[in-house]
């Protein structure tokens, strides 16, 4: 197993995977945000923790939380229910609102 590698795949099969889930990811993305009017921020770095998540364990967990369940794998049911529109941005900081769209918190705060 090379350093770089996380499973004991051969590295051709991880690479493959790799890819795919990286497409796969993308896409789930990019059909959220564009449903809910969303943007990706540190959109690289968290899709490849997430790839690492589904190649570790199965499915795209969310890499900043401690556990992994059900309620912690992308798109999370937090998010789904308004978190960012609460929030401003999920618990990773990868689904965010966009430039000049301010969070229902802060619109609150300043009420």
């Known amino acids: 197993m090379s350093e770089d590698q996380i499973t004991d795949l051969q590295p051709e099969e991880e690479a493959r995977l790799r890819e795919q889930y990286t497409k796969e990811m ?17 959109a ?16 795209f967990f969310c890499p900043c939380q401690p556990t992994n369940t059900d309620d912690t794998i992308c798109v999370c049911p937090p998010v789904l229910n308004g978190m960012v529109d ?25 009420a």
Request: charged share 30%.
């Open 86 to 110: 609460f929030e401003g941005s999920c618990f990773c900081n990868f689904f965010s609102l966009p430039e000049g769209k301010i969070a229902i918190k802060d619109e609150v705060i300043d």
């Open 26 to 42: 993308e896409d789930l993305a990019a059909k959220f945000c564009e449903e809910r009017g969303y943007v990706l921020t540190n």
């Open 44 to 59: 690289d770095m968290t899709i490849s923790d997430f790839v690492n998540m589904r190649l570790k364990f199965g499915k």
